[in-house]
Structure formats: structure tokens, C-alpha cells
């Protein structure tokens, strides 16, 4: 199965993994969820593409945030946005530096990979009164997950989805996976006074022929088949690209791509 709507095609690094875990109507939802992503410029925007990835897994409470992991000071929250967390939760979370002394916020910003925030708690011994300010609300069960800096970016991220009962499912680590990319591409251009178009990246007709072909769920093998160049060569176009755009995998090259508008999504 491949993410598809309307002609286009996304798929990740490692398809098998996880493509098997979606269906064709959470393929669709994700690529509306990207397509929203790209055209996200205020907060506003950003609240309401929460009710589109609603659609695809149920939680009670979200966050995005931008920051870094400081040195020896844990977490620095630089920018964010509540998307519906308890006010007052949020006010006694950050006023007493728990974002500093998580274990899921410092896992996130060492990592930057999907963590369900029991297991988190359970492997790290959570200190016991940043869980017990989560039950009180409420917030018991759910993920977090972040992308590293992107394009230049100095700031890493963290989203918070969460509830009273969200289940462990690697549907949901897939759909992160998927999702987190754009969604952490949005938040910096909210966050940012540059406009993407400006950056001066240059692909040569190659590479964007190679990406295009990766757009359409194409593997390394299929795209030396169509194009008639060995495999080999398009793994360097595919290392060149990554790191033109300073991208970390191939869904994050795709999201890079499509926000700066070097190939087109439809």
C-alpha cells in the first residue's frame, strides 16, 4: 500500500515498515494534513490542522513547541502554542520548569523519536510530581514526538498529543512519523520572518527528476529503471539532495522540497 491521492504518492525510508500500518483513508487524511501544512502561515492555521489530524487518532490535549536540548539546563521551550491543554496546567507546568525536568521532553530533544508517554514514565522513573500534575488533569495517556532542526534551522520540536485513553499503537507511531516532518516545517514558518521561497537552494534537473520519482513512492531500484542510471548514482542524487536541503531521511527531503516549492505536490 503507498500514500496516494489524486496522482500523488509520499512514502517513507522504510515503506514496509511503515505503510503497512495505514489504510487508504488514513493515506488520504495524511496527505490533506501535509497539503494544509504547506499553506499553515498563523497560529490559527496550526490550531485548526490539529482537527484534521484529529481525524486520524482521537486525543484530548496538544502542544507544539520549538526549542533545543540546553546544556546541562535540560530543555529551552524557545516558541509554542497550546493547542488545548488545561491553561492551568500549562501555567503550573512551565512556572515550576517542568519542561526543563521531563524525561519526555529531554528524550524528545536527545532523540527526536515517537515516545508513549507511560512507557517514558515507566523506563525513566518520571519524577512523581510531574506525573502527578498529569493525572490531575487528566493527561494519563498519549505521544510525544519531534523532528531535529531542518534547512538550516537551529530549533528541534515537540508535539504533544494526549488524553485519558490513547492507546499504544504503531498506527500512530506511523502516522507521527509520517506527519511530524511537515508539521515541525509549519511551526518554524509561523515562527520565523523568513518566507521559505527566499532561501537559495538550487537542484539541478536531475535531482528533481529523482525527487519527483520519490514523491510518487518510487524506490531507489524502480527510479534507476526509469530513468536508465544505475542505482548507485541515484542514491548519490538522493545523498546530494539530502543534503542540499539538510534533511535527515527522505520524508523530511519531501517536506523541505514541498514547502520551498522545488517540485510540486500536484
Not at 507511531?173 to 506527519?179: D, H, M, N, P, R
Request: hydrophobic share 40%; aromatic share 10%; charged share 20%.
Amino acid at each position: 500500500m503507498v500514500l496516494e491521492k489524486n496522482g500523488i504518492i509520499l512514502s517513507p525510508s522504510e515503506p514496509s515498515e511503515l505503510i503497512s500500518c495505514l489504510s487508504n483513508n488514513d493515506a488520504i487524511t495524511l496527505l490533506e494534513i501535509i497539503h494544509k501544512s504547506i499553506s499553515c502561515n498563523t497560529e490559527a492555521d496550526f490550531i485548526n490542522l490539529s482537527l484534521k489530524i484529529k481525524e486520524l487518532f482521537p486525543f484530548e490535549f496538544a502542544s507544539a513547541m520549538l526549542g533545543f536540548h540546553g546544556s546541562g539546563k535540560g530543555p529551552v521551550i524557545l516558541h509554542g502554542i497550546n493547542i488545548s491543554f488545561p491553561e492551568e496546567w500549562v501555567s503550573e507546568y512551565f512556572s515550576r520548569n517542568y519542561h526543563q525536568k521531563s524525561a519526555l521532553s529531554k528524550q524528545n530533544f536527545e532523540t527526536y523519536k515517537p515516545q508513549y508517554m507511560t512507557e517514558t514514565w515507566k523506563q525513566t522513573r518520571q519524577l512523581p510530581e510531574i506525573k502527578s500534575l498529569c493525572l490531575d488533569f487528566g493527561i494519563r495517556e498519549g505521544y510525544a514526538h519531534g523532528s531535529s532542526p531542518l534547512f538550516g534551522g537551529q530549533d528541534g520540536s515537540m508535539f504533544c498529543f494526549s488524553g485519558s485513553s490513547m492507546e499504544h499503537s504503531s498506527r500512530t507511531e506511523a502516522i507521527l512519523e509520517f506527519a511530524v516532518p511537515h508539521l515541525h516545517l509549519a511551526l518554524s514558518h509561523i515562527f520565523s520572518n523568513r518566507k521559505p521561497e527566499m532561501h537559495n537552494v538550487v537542484l539541478s534537473t536531475r535531482e528533481k527528476d529523482v525527487l519527483n520519482w520519490l514523491k510518487q513512492g518510487k524506490s531507489s531500484w524502480d527510479i534507476s529503471a526509469i530513468l536508465g542510471i544505475s542505482e548507485r548514482t541515484v542514491n548519490y542524487h538522493v545523498y546530494n539532495i539530502m543534503e542540499k536541503l539538510e534533511a535527515v531521511n527522505r520524508p523530511q527531503a519531501l517536506a523541505i522540497a514541498l514547502r520551498l516549492g522545488l517540485i510540486e505536490i500536484a
